[in-house]
């Protein structure tokens, strides 16, 4: 399979969470290129945006678990094949 670039957004609305996501994101370290993240300190929220290099099925297997951790929502964003 074909590597592609793109990017994850992950919005975390239980910070509880934040171990459990780290742990997904270290799983996966091999295709983040980029990681850039901002905690909401007076709302209980936390931002993290992705830059990432990988076949369909490597951001697939990352974006899938994080989506399926209740409290937190993730989304990606890939170059289309030319």
């Given at each position: 399979m074909e590597k592609r670039i793109g990017t994850i957004?992950?919005?975390?609305?239980?910070?509880?969470?934040?171990?459990?996501?780290n742990q997904l994101l270290s799983e996966h370290a091999g295709i983040i290129l980029c990681r850039q993240g901002l905690p909401f300190h007076d709302r209980p929220v936390a931002v993290i945006s992705l830059i990432v290099?990988?076949?369909?099925?490597?951001?697939n297997a990352l974006t899938g678990p994080l989506g399926r951790l209740q409290g937190v929502t993730s989304k990606a964003v890939v170059v289309p094949q030319e």
């Open positions: 957004t992950i919005l975390i609305r239980d910070r509880e969470l934040s171990p459990s996501v290099e990988g076949t369909m099925a490597d951001i």
